[in-house]
């Protein structure tokens, strides 16, 4: 994002140093200055109000500084010109402004479509296609610092029995509840993401050893906890297992991470369920 608004950078430039060259080259400032809405219009889009004030102010320094140095017509009235040209900066200022507040309210608005297009309705947390998207950002990170990245993917153990058992509805309610104390007992920094039915990943940036910790405590937080069931029953118990794994550690690329730690969560399953499992070649 930072890199497409510097390259935004040059038009306006080079438009700038054009238009300028122009009127104190040529004159007749009153038929070029116009030219200036070009770079005033690409800044406020970029860098919006501050990009189109700035861009502005500097456009109408340019054209009263052209205004006494090369006077659009010989023998023109200076009062005439100057009253002119202060309506045209004053015009173009407020045009800078007023695009570029609405280029920010147009981005805040695309930001809230996109971010919320990544929630997962059911339980809040984030979905499957911004877990792929924050795993890959991670991975390239992990490769530029030289740091690990670590995932970690939790199964919800016999969810098909509880969902036969109490119903869909109460196992929803589950769901709800295992995704909040999962998001309750990571880092701050962790990202929780659904990823299937009953799964949830954690992706655990610049991590390895504390991986594991932080896996045991996510699963003893939910075998301590209790989950609504039925009149009968109301109180459930439920439990998870966990697969970790480390990139580059285990791994070479983000296919392979998640590959291990569904490795790892098979064995935790295999080995009695309830379990933290950290992936060993």
Not at 132 to 154: C, H, I, Y
Not at 249 to 272: P, Q, V
């Amino acid at each position: 994002m930072q890199t497409d608004k510097l390259k935004n950078l040059i038009p306006v430039i080079a438009i700038f140093v054009v238009v300028t060259v122009t009127i104190f080259t040529v004159g007749k400032a009153n038929l070029f200055w116009p030219l200036f809405y070009i770079p005033v219009f690409i800044a406020a889009l970029t860098f919006f109000e501050a990009g189109g004030l700035l861009t502005s102010i500097l456009a109408t320094i340019i054209i009263f500084t052209a205004l006494y140095v090369r006077p659009p017509v010989e023998g023109a009235d200076f009062y005439e010109l100057l009253f002119e040209f202060s309506a045209a900066g004053i015009v173009m200022i407020g045009t800078g402004l007023f695009v570029g507040w609405m280029a920010r309210r147009q981005q805040k608005k695309l930001s809230y479509y996109r971010d919320t297009s990544m929630i997962d309705k059911l339980t809040a947390c984030h979905n499957y296609g911004y877990f792929w998207e924050r795993l890959e950002e991670e991975r390239k990170r992990a490769d530029r610092f030289g740091s690990r990245v670590a995932l970690m993917m939790v199964d919800i153990d016999k969810f098909k029995d509880f969902n036969d058992r109490f119903g869909h509805a109460t196992g929803n309610l589950m769901l709800q509840k295992m995704a909040r104390l999962v998001d309750e007992s990571v880092r701050d920094v962790d990202i929780v993401c659904r990823y299937g039915s009953e799964e949830f990943v954690v992706i655990l940036p610049n991590t390895e050893q504390e991986a594991e910790r932080v896996a045991e405590r996510v699963r003893t937080s939910i075998e301590k906890a209790g989950f609504e069931g039925d009149k009968d029953d109301p109180v459930v118990k439920g439990t998870v297992s966990v697969g970790v794994a480390i990139y580059p550690t285990h791994c070479e690329n983000e296919m392979e991470l998640i590959d291990k730690a569904d490795l790892a969560l098979a064995k935790a399953k295999k080995e009695g369920r309830n379990k933290v499992v950290v992936y060993e070649p």
